[in-house]
């Protein structure tokens, strides 16, 4: 395993020069280029703007630049918001705790639900019921996540008013059933995509297992069915669900930006669109990434838990 | 070996419906089993002497993609004679693993690979006997040692990737003896093995059997294992029994041409011819169970084949000194060989 | 008595063809979501024509209108435009952008996919690592970042679409092309002296078509998702060109007073990816089926 673990991190290590470098070169894009970020007043003018960047020595060749602007991520200088002059980590930071929140409660709810229906729809085969997921999972991968969202608060809180219709808490009211009051909705739109995408995975994969010769093996040992399919199928079937879980990293990002936006959640996705819309670069390049290293540590630890859940990864 | 037959199997047919229609892939099968007594089944490729096997467990797909006519009848340890194919799912749950075990082809992967050895052993303790954990273990170690593998107690801990194809098998063993059964299927279990591993596997069977008085039914199409381990014979073709009978008997002098093109196919090491002889083959190839040629189903790749009689219809089992043949011509063509 | 076997190889190959089309067509779910898309791409081309409304007029009495109000088959938007009208011209927009992405997209897939498939080791390995190091950027993200910081004409948005969509393209090339490399015809090829280019793009290219095909349809319903997305944002297709995107950020803040101001874009959408989406499982399916046999 601990071979295994060392060339899943010097992967990783690549991917994360890869992306850095990527991550440079829409840098370039940005107005002051990729020093911009570390400039410090906004709205400065291009004569200052370029005077700080021969200060910086940084009018020199590419790769010198890159090496300046990386360095400085290592250090933990992400340069200052054009906003308020904060620092954009700490910015970021103070965000991306209620994102992970969604996040989190989404993939609850997605592994959940989408493990019960796969196998439910694997152990059922064409009946009715396995149709009707099958459809049903197509069709939500279809529908956009915000305009579900949309539909959603209209639902619920327009015309239902059973939830509210955004924000994580209501005004004067902190507790823990006033955030999940407000989580569930937002939670379930993210979720939705998700639902349909691990119920196939789930289903696909535990028709591979259930045709395997060791099931066989167990059902003529005599055990009970449910034995059979939990303990013996269900186990191996969940296994390549850690990596998709890890794949689906980006999705749900994506997907929680544009769901924090419907129902003005406080989150990173939002902050983002936010910086956008204020040109606040150093936040809007922050997030960027951010999120790129949130997947990458997402699909490294997808990696681990496959080692240690799978013996035959885990004891060579 | 004592009198009654413990497993007894009239009619056996088994038909698969799918997209195509339905097929039957095993018809008109019966044979019994003695206690004590190893039986083997041996056909080629597509003959169904596999789902026959599988039939007698009931571990075929249930109705209505798979329907299984006939008659299984098993005496089980109290004494008592029940039929197989009536049984409700959980008393054929009881009897699978505890009474009548299987053991399979593929060692490789037969085996689940998130679960460690002893803990798949000590499963079937488990649900048929109601052992604790550690009594359980106890038992698996006891036959992890019974089957020859060395440092049992390590063993115990150990994952199936590894091990090695024969030492599986040998695990695969252990599952099945778990209980006691009466009866033991093994379906082809030392193909996919080296042939030096194959003969370990065949004496370990044949030792157990010899301890426990279990009756085994050993499928295969290795004439050279049939040899070896069997009592009886049963061969098969397209479904069909085709010939059965005592082992030695049936593969010194067989009556049913197949069964002759059969052994006359093996290379046999004394009769090798440098350089000089051609392998005789069996020309042809076995047919398609949804598609079998009118009459015996083996007439179009027999030499013996007389139009007008092997084409016209099935030939009946037929019976004389305690071997059954289903051919038309096997005394005239015993007559002419002799 | 020696039975021959026919010679399968002609037979297998031209009956393994027409059951893998006649698995297609037999999929029920995919020939509808054919149909819907023909109908919806001849409703967005000539349907404009057809309807009593042009989308630009402008009509303030009769704003707010809800869906079956006189000849409004779908009501009409605050400014009194049909909606319907402008349902159809915004389609124009999201279903070319999203087409034109597809082909761009499968394009560099292709290319970037069969030269990391071919060539392996090095080469191989540099490619496929940046296309890993791509994908780990959220889609979302990196659309809007590029598009608020380029122009967001339509032509604009195509091309950044395409450039978060060819990755998936490019995996499944290479994964393909790793496999067909092995096969006899490639190393016939190669005893025979063809270029590398050519072994390319005859041999592995047109073997690996299928797949490519069903990527292809799989792009195009993300990329009608991704327009649909960064132009609700705002950083898409901007007004006054009409997509369906756009159309749903105006409907947002008439969501308790006008709701089917966005449920009639979002339907559209959802339809479109849809039958996308079936069509391209469709195809899995056939070719599936056809590598089977």
Known sequence: MAQFLFGRALQSLLLLWLVSMIGFAVLHLTPGGPLSQFALVPGMTQARLAEIAHEMGLDRSLPVQYWEWASRLLTGDWGRSYRDQSPVLDVIGSHLFATLELMATAILIAVLLGVWIGVMGAVRRYSFADMLATVGAMVALSIPTFWFGLVVIYIFSVRLQWLPAGNMYTVGDGSLLDFLHHLIAPALVLALVEVAVWSRYMRASMIDVINQDYIRTARAKGLPEKRVLIRHALRNALLPMITLAGLELPTLLGGALVTETVFTWPGMGRLFLDSLGYRDYPVVMGILMVSALLVLLGNLLADILCAVADPRIRLD | MTDAPILEVRDLAVTFRGEGGAVTVVNDVSFSVRRGETLALVGESGSGKSVTSLAVLRLLPPAPRCTIAGSVRFIGHDGRSRELLQLDPEAMRAVRGDEISMIFQEPMTSLNPVHRIGDQIAEAVTYHRGLGRKQALARAEELLELVGIPEPRRRLAAYPHHLSGGMRQRVMIAMALACDPSLLIADEPTTALDVTVQAGIIDLLKSLQAKTGMAIIFVTHNLGVVAEIADSVMVMYAGRIVERGDSVGLLQRPRMPYTQGLLRSVPRIDRLDFGGGVLPAIPGSVPDPGRLPPGCSFHPRCGHARPGACDAAVPALEEADGRVVRCLRWREIEAAGA | ?293
């Open chain 3, 1 to 293: 008595m020696t039975a021959t076997a026919a010679d399968p190889t002609v037979e297998t190959a031209r009956r393994t063809g027409n059951r893998g089309w006649r698995r297609f067509r037999r999929h029920r779910l995919a020939m509808i979501g054919v149909a819907c898309i023909l109908l919806l791409v001849l409703a967005c081309v000539a349907g404009p024509w057809l309807l009593p409304f042009d989308d630009l007029r402008i009509d303030m009495r009769a704003r707010f209108a809800p869906p079956l109000t006189g000849w409004h088959l779908f009501g009409t938007d605050p400014l009194g435009r049909d909606l319907c009208a402008r349902l159809l011209m915004a389609g124009r927009i999201s279903l070319s952008v999203a087409f034109a992405a597809m082909v761009i997209s499968t394009i560099v897939g292709s290319a970037v996919g069969v030269v990391a498939g071919y060539y392996g080791r090095a080469v191989g390995a540099v490619l496929m690592r940046l296309v890993d190091a791509m994908l780990c950027f959220p889609a979302v993200f990196l659309l809007l970042t590029l598009a608020a910081l380029l122009k967001p004409d339509p032509i604009t948005i195509t091309l950044i679409i395409a450039a978060t969509s060819w990755m998936e393209v490019a995996r499944v090339v290479e994964s393909q092309i790793r496999t067909l490399r092995e096969r006899d015809f490639t190393l016939a090829a190669e005893m025979m002296g063809a270029s590398d280019a050519r072994i390319m793009v005859d041999e592995l290219l047109r073997n690996a078509i299928g797949p490519i095909v069903v990527a292809a349809t799989l792009t195009v319903a993300r990329a009608i998702l991704m327009e649909a997305y960064i132009s609700f944002l705002g950083y898409g297709i901007q007004p006054p060109t009409a997509s369906w995107g756009n159309m749903l950020n105006n409907a947002q803040q008439y969501l308790t007073s006008a709701p089917w101001l966005a449920l009639v874009p979002g339907i559209a959408i959802t339809l479109a990816v849809t039958s996308f989406n079936f069509i391209g499982d469709g195809l899995r399916d056939a070719l599936d089926a056809r590598l089977e046999s």
